[in-house]
């Protein structure tokens, strides 16, 4: 079991090294507002005078200038290359959620890596944010307040099944798999809510629900998968 570096009772944001702006930085903290830098994140947010409560990662994309801001009590050097940087801070913070900053954009193979951790760690609620939507592992069950037509997008990361309300076009009975059949495109009728099967599932929102998505993740009520096995 990893011991956790950082802990919290407030939801983290967590910084990447990927596309992320000044204004995404800020719009994060006011929803998490403890915040970790990822390896290569920490130089956004020593430009932004944000104070970092962890560095995590193994420091091969963090240049001199930006380690030397961090106090090194708050420097923290993994240096095994088996996990993404992603993973190496993912899993060693313990809070009621993560909120991941520059995470998407960028390159394909850094988004797929991350889409992996979020399968490979479900009881680790992650949103993460994009220039203009959100995504998440869709959790056992939600209710979202997503409002008529607003694009929903359902990727299965494996084979898995889900139930759905206040969706165009109803997921129930679908054997939704890569390379069988996805859910991407779809509309919401109004509230959604979500049931899934199994923790394979990515769920891709409108930006603007970032803020609502954050509490609804980081409800100690929330269902909330189990670790996975092994």
Not at 157 to 167: E, I, K, N, R, W
């Amino acid at each position: 079991m990893i011991e956790p570096i950082v802990r919290s009772s407030d939801p983290i944001t967590l910084i990447g090294g990927g596309e992320a702006t000044a204004e995404d930085l800020h719009k994060a903290l006011t929803a998490a507002p403890v915040c970790v830098a990822a390896d290569g994140g920490a130089a956004l947010a020593v430009a932004q005078k944000v104070d970092l409560a962890a560095l995590i990662g193994d420091f091969d994309s963090v240049s001199e200038d930006t380690l030397a801001a961090v106090p090194k009590e708050r420097r923290h050097h993994i240096p095994e290359q088996n996990s993404t940087d992603f993973e190496k801070a993912l899993t060693r913070i313990a809070a009621p959620m993560v909120l991941g900053v520059g995470f998407l954009g960028g390159r394909i193979d850094h988004q797929l890596a991350v889409f992996h951790s979020l399968m490979a760690f479900p009881d680790r609620p992650c949103l993460l944010i994009g220039r203009t939507e959100i995504i998440c592992l869709a959790p056992p069950q939600i209710t979202v307040p997503t409002r008529a037509d607003d694009i929903v997008s359902l990727f299965p990361m494996a084979p898995v099944t889900g139930h759905s309300d206040g969706l165009a076009w109803p997921i129930a009975g679908l054997p939704l798999a890569p390379g069988v059949q996805v859910g991407t495109s779809n509309r919401a009728t109004g509230p959604l809510s979500l049931r899934m099967e199994k923790p394979d599932m990515l769920l891709i929102l409108p930006r603007r629900l970032m803020s609502e998505m954050v509490a609804l993740l980081g409800r100690p009520e929330a269902a909330r998968w189990p670790a996975r096995a092994g």
